[in-house]
Structure formats: C-alpha cells, structure tokens
C-alpha cells in the first residue's frame, strides 16, 4: 500500500469519523467509524511491512488479514452510505480493490466481494481511455481466480450477486477494449462459472455493440456467443 493511499484513507476516515460524531448517537451500534477505521490502519501495517521485509506470509494469515481488512472497508463503506459521504464511500472501496490486489500477489483467498466490485465497476466506467480498460480487465480476472470458493458455489442469490457482477463488469471491459483475445477470456470465464446467465449478458450485449463505437469484429464475436446461448426453436 503506498503513501497516498494511505493519505487518500486517513482523509476519508477522518472525514467518516467527524460525520459520525456529529449525527450520532447511534444506540446499540458496537462496529463504529473509529473501530473499524482503526482496524484498517492495523491491516495496512501488516501489510506494509510485510512488502517491505519480503516476508512470506502463510496463507491462513493472508487470508485472516485480508479477510479483516475488506469486513472492515465493507462497514466503513455502509457507513458513509449511511452518511451520505459519496466521496468518502470512493476513497474506501478504492482502497478495498488495491487490498484485494494484495491478497492476489500474496496467493490469498478473497472472501469479501461487494467492496472490491463497486470499485471495479466504478473505475471502468470513469476511465475515458481504452490504455486504461486492460489493466483493470487483468484485476478482475485477478479477482476471480482468488475468489474464495464458497462465493462461487453458494445458492444465496444476494451473496452470489457481487460474483455476478464482477463476471458481467469483466466482460464489459474486455468488449469494450475491443480487443478479441480478452473478450474471449472473459466470456469464457463468464461461460464456465455461470453458465446460466449467459443468455441474458449477450443479449444485453447485442445491443450494445450496435453502437456506433464499436467495431463489425465485436458485434460479430458477440453474435456468435449469442447464438451459442439461445435456445432454437
């Protein structure tokens, strides 16, 4: 975790912290702003210096702290929901897909998804330049492959709702890169982990793709997924 980041965090909690202070109190609320600001700033110490020592962390470490650190990043992000601190909400789940980032380059299982997603999502569609997009598509495949295992197999539709939409946002980044070799990762990736939602996304697709920004070779590759999908009658 570099310094601005740690900068860009302390500002926001800082600014989470005096909203809190002020709208409050919040009976019977234990998980405060401060408490779990604080516990990020333990987590990211962790992992600084890990970085720093090249340590090799367990696994069961890297995953308790990372695991710690998006719950908390997580709460912090209802908070200045609840606050209505967009700004502050930003910096946070930011900072929750650099730590997931962390996990990843550590061999770590990523079990908190919602944060890491929004942030995801958030970037993408802010990013004006096409240079930016591949980046950003290798963090969601990233993400995807560290995912913790239950997260993909589980029948909750709420907790499986963020690993879909990190399917369907890494499939619209690559589509809009417009480059064949990651659509076609993406798609497959979305074909093998979730097969039934395959129909729905290439239909959305389709449409989509007959903007005139998009090139004949995306409306054609998205054409042929779609046919794959679609039932014949």
């Known amino acids: 975790m570099n310094r601005a980041t740690r900068r860009a965090f302390e500002q926001a909690a800082g ?9 409050g109190p919040f009976p019977g609320q234990e998980v405060t702003p401060p408490l ?15 970085d720093e020592t090249e340590d090799v962390m367990p696994l069961e470490e890297v995953d308790e702290i990372g695991t710690h650190a998006l719950e908390s990043i997580s709460d912090l992000g209802l908070w200045a929901y609840q606050l209505q601190l967009d700004d502050v909400r930003v910096v946070v789940e930011d900072l929750a897909l650099e730590m997931a980032g962390w996990i990843a380059r550590h061999g770590g299982q990523i079990a908190v998804l919602e944060p890491v997603v929004n942030a995801l999502a958030r970037q993408a569609n802010t990013a004006r330049d096409p240079a930016a997009l591949s980046p950003l598509f290798d963090q969601g495949c990233s993400i995807i492959a560290c995912a913790a295992p239950g997260i993909a197999k589980t029948t909750d539709l709420t907790a499986l709702q963020p690993w879909l939409t ?28 979730l097969p039934q939602h395959c129909a729905a996304f290439y239909e959305e697709g389709l449409r989509e793709s007959q903007k005139p920004a998009y090139a004949d070779h995306v409306r054609k590759m998205i ?11």
């Open 36 to 50: 779990l600001a604080d516990a990020v700033r333990q987590c990211l110490e962790v992992c600084q210096r890990v």
């Open 15 to 23: 600014a989470l912290i005096t909203a809190f202070e002020t709208s």
């Open 166 to 193: 990190l399917h369907f946002n890494c499939a619209i980044i690559a589509t809009r890169t417009q480059q064949p070799d990651l659509m076609n990762a993406a798609y497959d990736l979305l074909e093998n982990n």
């Open 223 to 233: 054409r042929e997924r779609h046919a794959k999908w679609t039932p014949r009658h």
